[in-house]
């Protein structure tokens, strides 16, 4: 069982940086996807930004530019760079792991709180 710890959420004024971590627990078998969702309130959890094992990227249109999605196999980490924070980031983000075998797995952290005030 993999277990994912993210650090990083917290306060920031819009406009603002923060940076999201997440760390898994073990090695992780290729291929594998690590990437992060949000949920704001009353809204569906949707995809932010995501990064393959073989290093391909995919983003949401509203975050493109923006915030930047990157990993470190080495520690097993994946990282979420969030620029020109809006208050529409608003939201808890949620750290994700799909190991692509068969079956695939899926892996979740416990969500750590951003929130972008005007």
């Known amino acids: 069982q993999v277990q994912l710890v993210e650090s990083g959420g917290g306060l920031v004024q819009a406009g603002g940086s923060l940076r999201l971590s997440c760390a898994a627990s073990k090695s992780i078998f290729s291929p594998n996807a690590m990437g992060w969702y949000r949920q704001a309130p009353g809204k569906q959890r949707e995809l932010v930004a995501l990064i393959t094992s073989g290093g391909s990227t995919n983003y949401a249109d509203s975050v493109k530019g923006r915030f930047t999605v990157s990993r470190d196999n080495g520690k097993n980490t994946v990282y979420l760079q969030m620029n020109s924070l809006k208050p529409e980031d608003t939201a808890v983000y949620y750290c994700?792991?799909?190991?692509?075998?068969?079956?695939?797995?899926?892996?979740w952290g416990q969500g750590t709180q951003v929130t972008v005030s005007s």
């Open positions: 994700h792991l799909q190991v692509r075998t068969f079956p695939a797995y899926n892996y």
